[in-house]
């Protein structure tokens, strides 16, 4: 029997891609948002909205070369320049190369209740301008609320929207446009996520005393995409979010060994230590000598040229250095070679994801070929064991794709912590060596 199936999209007919240039946000997307289309970015107040509309228009100027508008209804100019500064922003620089263009329109919501009367022709006609004057590719619209404050009709306010997001599609240019979160939908209004082809949510939570950002692509019309809630960071640099997916079981594998720097322990090894880029787990009870092993590891890579980094939960780095070189390891001078890096924190900083996100932004730019977590414990005390296996998983498996050997250090009490600490990390490992004191 004959069936009528849908053909299978070709990558001709897929729907174009406008790459942001946010790191993590693309790779999610698929390549970028719709192309030519309106995007939605949702959310309640500190979120980071404005931040990634800013972001994807200085990323669309200087990287792609897209020239875009920001129109904004809350702050001025100045105050939109001095707010994204601090990143490394130079939006006057690019106005005046031309890149983009700033407008702040003010609207008295109160001047509209006393006339009755709200058309976005004026709006039309002053952004069509600010678009053929550069010819840009790229327009923010911040925010939704401070544009239609005035409207105390709902079908009025209905007719608008919908007469906004087809201008925009009419006019071909890549769209996003901020709203602030609903109570009991996902914008005020209830129809802004309707009307647009792709719908971002961005949420800041706070819980037990741990503040997060998440980023969710709630709605892509046209495409696949990640639907999972993904941690995101506001950094120096921008905004960087982090995919929480699965690399999959095929990662490169190498048969080279490397030195642990400790000769016994390598002859224990066959005489040549762990294989590059697996991942190894000494667990033990304190005082058993796990840090010990891991500083004479980190000095073994150095020794080697290889850049290795130091993820510290318990210790100071200047601790751990005055420690170690008590029994004759010295490695201030790696550090200050450059080999050497230390990044110390609390657990209880960040939750277990931004923790993670943190860690994935610092292996990227230092590029270390070894990386020392110690002691993971004081992580996996932070979230319940499904969500520290999880975080282990995507960090093995991220490592492990970038051929980084890394050994993670596990303190166990003996009995059941011991149990617990094999059946969350030590069968993700490729090695796992137990100190006892005896």
């Not at 800013?54 to 707010?83: D, I, S, W, Y």
Request: with cysteine.
């Amino acid at each position: 029997m004959k069936t009528n199936r849908p053909k299978p999209t070709s990558p001709a007919t897929q729907l174009p891609k406008c790459p942001t240039g946010i790191q993590g946000l693309d790779e999610i997307t698929g390549g970028g948002l719709p192309r030519g289309r309106p995007t939605l970015v949702c959310g309640g107040a500190g979120c980071g909205k404005t931040l990634l509309a800013v972001e994807f228009l200085v990323r669309g100027a200087v990287q792609f070369g897209e020239p875009g508008v920001f129109m904004a209804f809350e702050e001025t100019e100045a105050e939109l320049k001095a707010n994204v500064a601090s990143l490394g922003f130079d939006l006057a620089g690019l106005v005046r190369r031309k890149k983009l263009v700033l407008d702040y329109v003010h609207i008295e919501p109160s001047e509209i209740h006393e006339s009755g009367e709200y058309d976005l022709e004026g709006l039309f006609v002053r952004l069509n301008h600010a678009i053929d004057s550069i010819g840009a590719k790229r327009v923010v619209l911040d925010t939704l609320e401070a544009l239609f404050a005035g409207i105390p009709n709902e079908a009025i306010l209905r007719a608008e929207l919908r007469r906004l997001f087809r201008w925009l599609k009419d006019k071909g240019v890549t769209a996003v446009i901020t709203a602030e979160r609903g109570r009991e939908q996902l914008t005020r209004h209830g129809l802004e996520e309707y009307v647009s082809d792709c719908v971002i949510l961005l949420d800041h939570r706070v819980n037990e005393q741990i503040a997060t950002r998440h980023l969710r692509v709630v709605k892509y019309r046209g495409a696949l995409h990640g639907t999972n809630e993904f941690p995101f960071l506001i950094g120096d640099t921008g905004i960087s979010v982090l995919p929480i997916t699965s690399l999959g079981l095929n990662h490169k594998i190498s048969t080279e060994r490397i030195a642990t720097g400790i000769p016994r322990l390598d002859a224990m090894l066959g005489g040549r230590g762990f294989f590059r880029g697996s991942s190894i787990l000494l667990t033990g009870t304190p005082g058993t000598g796990k840090t010990i092993v891991a500083a004479n590891f980190a000095q073994a890579a150095c020794r080697r040229g290889e850049r290795t980094l130091f993820f510290s939960f318990e210790e100071s780095p200047n601790q751990i250095i005055r420690n170690m070189h008590s029994i004759g390891l010295r490695l201030e001078p790696l550090v200050q070679r450059g080999l050497l890096r230390f990044h110390a924190a609390r657990p209880s900083l960040y939750g277990l994801e931004m923790h993670l996100a943190t860690m994935f932004k610092d292996i990227a730019a230092f590029q270390p070929r070894v990386v020392i977590i110690d002691p993971m414990t004081s992580l996996m005390d932070a979230g319940t064991p499904s969500e520290c296996r999880g975080m282990v998983t995507r960090l093995v498996d991220y490592l492990k794709a970038g051929q980084v050997t890394t050994l993670f250090t596990s303190l166990t009490q003996g009995g059941h912590a011991l149990q617990q600490s094999e059946a969350s990390m030590s069968s993700l490992m490729d090695s796992w060596l137990l100190f006892q004191d005896f």
